[in-house]
């Protein structure tokens, strides 16, 4: 945290600090094309199957290219941490900071899940978000966020000294052990930052430190994605609740959440751009 001074400020600071920022990657090339179109498409969704995610706990689903999945609010509000993996290579998963450099703090319509290097491409769409009304409020905060990692057991243990094993982390794991027979530490390790659906985050003004309010999600709330490739997802019904009082613990009130799977005539789809893997040629300058 920048709040304690050591240095001894130049005489000429107020050169130095008077830039103005630019943005580090404008986005204006990945900008959805393919929006209209899935909002054509969603008018005719047929749902297949449903996942119900206990809270406290996690499941993992599967989607095929060309599907959409919503992960659904249900019974009260309840934050789910999401983690993406493309269904054939669990090496490529959803990389919530480069995601983050593109398109800022917290996700939305049109924002795509991009996948870690060397593919970086979009793994899903955000194709519709009941609670993109909330936008930014006063202090800065908004919901989705790709800014908080996710709860886990060791920052619980730093911080509290306590064990406590249904942190979002644990959760994930458990359930790609128990559903996808994957040993635990090779589970533990694919594991990756998150995106957190309706959690409702920010940094503080002074000191920019994470934050977390009530979420504003109710029941029947949803966020829409479109997968863009065959997907793995995994998604944990976080400890916190709707994260507005304390989350890697057994306190907060928790409730269940929905992920449905949803298909369309491919007739509606067909003027979609694809999403492919990056095709940098990977030399890194070595010849
Ligand atoms: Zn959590």
């Given amino acids: 945290m920048k709040i304690k001074k050591f240095s001894k400020k130049p005489s000429d600071f107020e050169i130095r600090i008077g830039a103005k920022p630019i943005v580090c990657y404008p986005n204006s090339n990945i900008e959805d094309k393919n929006l209209t179109i899935l909002h054509s498409a969603r008018q005719h969704l047929i749902k297949t199957r449903e996942v119900i995610i206990p809270p406290r706990d996690a ?17 009260g509000p309840q934050v789910g941490d999401l ?28 924002d795509k899940m991009f996948s870690s290097f060397p593919y970086l491409r979009s793994l ?22 790709v800014i908080g990692t ?11 000294n306590n064990d406590y094993h249904y942190c979002c982390h644990s959760n994930l794991t458990r359930a790609l052990v128990n559903e996808k027979n994957i040993k635990l530490d090779e589970a533990e390790k694919i594991v990756h930052d998150v995106l957190n659906v309706f959690m409702l985050t920010g940094f503080t ?18 966020l ?6 065959d997907l793995l997802g995994a998604l944990s019904a976080c400890p916190g ?6 989350h890697s613990s057994d306190v907060a009130k928790c409730y269940p959440l929905k992920v449905s799977i949803w ?18 040629n990977r030399n890194h300058g070595i010849s």
Avoid at 92 to 98: A, P, R, V, W
Avoid at 104 to 110: E, N, P, Q
Wanted: glycine share 8%; hydrophobic share 25%; net charge negative.
């Fill in 59 to 75: 499941k993992t689903f599967e989607v095929k290219s060309g599907e959409f999945f919503r992960i659904e609010s249900v019974e």
């Fill in 263 to 280: 298909q369309v005539d491919q007739k509606y789809l067909k003027n979609l751009t694809p999403s492919n893997v990056s095709d940098y």
């Fill in 205 to 222: 003004n002074d000191t920019k430190q994470y934050f977390m309010k009530a979420s504003p999600v109710r029941p029947g709330d949803y």
């Fill in 83 to 110: 983690n993406l993996f493309s269904l054939n290579n669990l090496d490529e998963k959803f990389y919530s900071g480069k995601t983050r450099a593109l398109y800022g703090t917290h996700l939305s319509v049109g």
């Fill in 124 to 145: 899903a769409t955000i194709s519709w978000d009941t609670l993109d009304w909330y936008d930014y409020d006063k202090d800065g905060g908004s919901v989705h966020d």
């Fill in 150 to 160: 996710r709860c886990d057991p060791y920052t619980s243990k730093l911080l509290s």
């Fill in 241 to 246: 609740g709707d994260c507005g009082s304390e």
């Fill in 224 to 229: 829409e994605f479109f997968a863009e490739t």
